[in-house]
């Protein structure tokens, strides 16, 4: 039992399952923000299950798909594939189960969800052989944690309206902005393996600029989803806080200083993260916007 314990401890540390704390956020808010209001108990737990599965299944599948890219990265040789610490088939065992695990959880929500879920592991496995031929991993990345608000929409309403696609594009492009910023850590390594990413195609000050334009296209969705939905002064103050923190998060890496990456990267988009979901579910429960 302690051996098992032990296997599922290393499988989590290699997903980064404490890294739910970036999509899972904004799942809850898309739900509270369709029918202003709290879903109901089992809705909850349909939907977190569904983005636990969804992002279980692709960061393993992301580990296993790079085991050979990963072996011979110095900054990642030590991850549980190439160090040895987990096999390729029990991997593949917990991506399946995982995989099942949202096939079955969309199922119990609503029939469109059922139905879009393929179309979410299209993109997840996409995301894990982007970095082979396209710079645009990071969009496609963005592109899988955005179906998390959405698919939520679409779990409680049955529907995709314009406010629930204003929400994706708004994690897609904060997420795609961050994740330029990861990939910073990893530009020698992938120019010298002839992998594709943005720094490559753009270098450090050219990454960085881009990655200040997607956080500056966030705001701005930040504003047109508050006026769409007509959010009160909760979610202002919340908009106006997450956009204090992009600030200093792209302050931090100014003059391309990667130095304090770990604090611009998990500190402040944690806190992102959680400030987003406070400001709707203070504005939905006490707030002054339009119902």
């Known amino acids: 039992m302690t051996a098992v314990l032990q296997k599922i401890t290393i499988f989590m540390e290699m997903i980064k399952f404490s890294h739910t704390i970036f999509a899972l956020p904004f799942a809850l808010s898309g739900a509270l923000l369709a029918i202003r209001g709290l879903p109901s108990g089992r809705q909850l737990l349909f939907i977190v299950l569904a983005m636990v599965g969804a992002r279980t299944a692709a960061m393993a599948m992301n580990r296993l798909i790079d085991a050979e890219i990963d072996a011979r990265n110095p900054r990642t040789a030590g991850r549980a594939i190439p160090a040895g610490l987990l096999s390729k088939g029990a991997v593949l065992f917990a991506i399946l189960l995982s995989v099942a695990l949202l096939l079955w959880s969309a199922a119990m929500l609503n029939p469109l969800c059922l139905k879009l879920s393929p179309i979410a592991l299209f993109f997840l496995v996409l995301y894990s052989y982007c970095k082979r031929f396209t710079a645009l991993a990071h969009l496609v990345l963005g592109i899988c944690l955005a179906a998390a608000p959405i698919g939520a929409w679409a779990a409680l309403t049955g529907t995709i309206p314009l406010p629930a696609i204003v929400l994706g594009l708004l994690v897609l492009f904060w997420v795609s902005g961050f994740d330029i910023l990861y990939a910073l850590q990893d530009l020698e390594y992938d120019r010298s393996a002839g992998l594709h990413s943005i720094p490559v ?37 919340g908009s106006g806080l997450m956009t204090a923190m992009l600030l200093y998060e792209h302050w931090l890496l100014r003059d391309g200083d990667l130095t304090k990456l770990d604090a611009a990267f998990f500190t402040m988009n944690g806190y992102i993260s959680l400030t987003f979901l406070a400001a709707t579910a203070a504005d939905v429960f006490w707030g002054g916007g339009r119902g």
């Open 201 to 237: 195609a753009l270098g450090v000050s050219g990454s960085l600029r881009l990655s200040r334009l997607f956080h500056l296209i966030t705001i701005g969705l930040l504003v047109w989803l508050a006026l769409l939905l007509g959010l009160g002064v909760w979610f202002w103050l």
